[in-house]
């Protein structure tokens, strides 16, 4: 273990806790209860299912407030892995004048002067120097304690910087991973938000009426095409993931056919100026059948989202299209006026930046009615002969 002298102008305004930062979660930090207090509270972001987080330990430092800002001295690394795992990437990267013999100063001082323009907005990219810091401080060094609950507090055993990072999440359940959260903790007590958003995934219907519009609803005949589309967003910290796993799940009624051949994809911000996705290798469109139930699935699967769509961004959506009918083969499952055929979507995504898994969106549903015409025809001898 080095010891490193007193470096003060390590402060939180001198850009070494942006650096350090991942993304930027402290620009500043929010300050509240008393001088002396080393603890952490990580927001949930809006409606996410994140629900522990782990924290990592790279530097001990003393840590005091000034001037609505945190100042940092005595700089030292945490352990001996941490160390080892954070200049193991800056040798790989090539950073000047930093090798095994190293102190953290000197490590302090490289961030600082080489990492800028980092704000409480900023996801880092996994190709960015920051994630790769991160990425090895998790897979190769002890956790700091045990994992804690979004919003609640967690106390470290010493000050200094941490890494944060979202512990194991719930495939079935609506969540995405912050991106890595890198936050200098002691003297007032810190919180911070998770930065990530949850993807979501909405189902429009549009019958083939003239001026007819994209809405939840529509009323068909009995085969005749109904167009359908799905609209999938993803998470804030996109740039954050290596690989972005991404699936349509579309069940349809027992009483509907998609057409397979009439799938289309797009990319973009809007439909208006979406751009169409080839299948190629960017991804798999098909249409299965439960022999059970009569219901079948339209899915649409992505193995990597970042590979098929090149400028892929937090803003980007993807639309998926096709039609399908009221099958007249199928008229015994066609459900006539009542709560009508219901069609329902999912999604089903990476959600974690640093760690392998999925998670799985809120389901939409749309429904296509159809009505029977009841006729009675009478005779000349008053019989009648229902229709």
Known sequence: MKTTKNIARLAVTAGLTAALSFGGVMAPVTMAFAEGDNTITISQADKNGTT???????????????????????????????????IGVLKQVAAPNINDSSTAEDVADYLAQNV?????????????????????????????????????????????YYLFVTDVLDASKPNTGT???????????????????????????????????????????????VNYQLTGT?????????????????????????????IK????????????????????ADVTADATTGKSTLTVKFTDLKTAVADLSAQTKIYVEYTAK????????????????????????????????????????VRDYTYALKLIKEDSAKETIKL
């Open 234 to 262: 993803v998470a804030d910290n996109v740039a954050s993931f290596s690989a972005y796993k991404y699936e349509f799940y579309d069940e349809l009624s027992a009483g509907l056919t998609a057409d397979e051949g009439s």
């Open 326 to 365: 009221l099958d007249p083969k199928k008229d015994a499952n066609i459900v006539v006026g009542g709560n009508g055929n219901e069609n329902t979507v999912k999604l089903v995504y990476s959600n974690n930046p640093m760690a392998e898994g999925t998670g799985t969106s809120v389901s939409d549903t």
């Open 52 to 86: 522990k987080f782990k924290a990592y330990q790279i530097f001990r430092a003393k840590v005091v407030d000034q001037n609505e800002s945190k100042v940092a001295s005595d700089i030292n690394w945490a352990n001996d892995e941490t160390e080892k795992a954070v």
């Open 265 to 284: 994809v797009y990319a973009g911000t809007d439909r208006d100026t979406a751009t169409a996705i080839a299948a190629d290798n960017n991804y798999t």
């Open 179 to 225: 991106s890595p959260i890198f936050a200098l903790v002691g003297g007032k007590s810190v919180t911070v938000t998770e930065k990530t958003s949850i993807p979501t995934v909405t189902k429009k219907v549009k019958d083939n009426k003239s001026n007819s519009n994209w809405a939840d609803k529509a009323d068909s005949q009995m085969g005749q095409n």
């Open 116 to 160: 800028r323009d980092t704000t409480d907005k900023t996801c880092v990219k996994n190709s960015d120097l920051l994630y790769k810091i991160a990425d090895a401080v998790a897979k190769n060094s002890t956790q700091t304690g045990t994992s804690f609950d979004a919003g609640t507090t967690f106390t470290a055993p010493s000050n200094g």
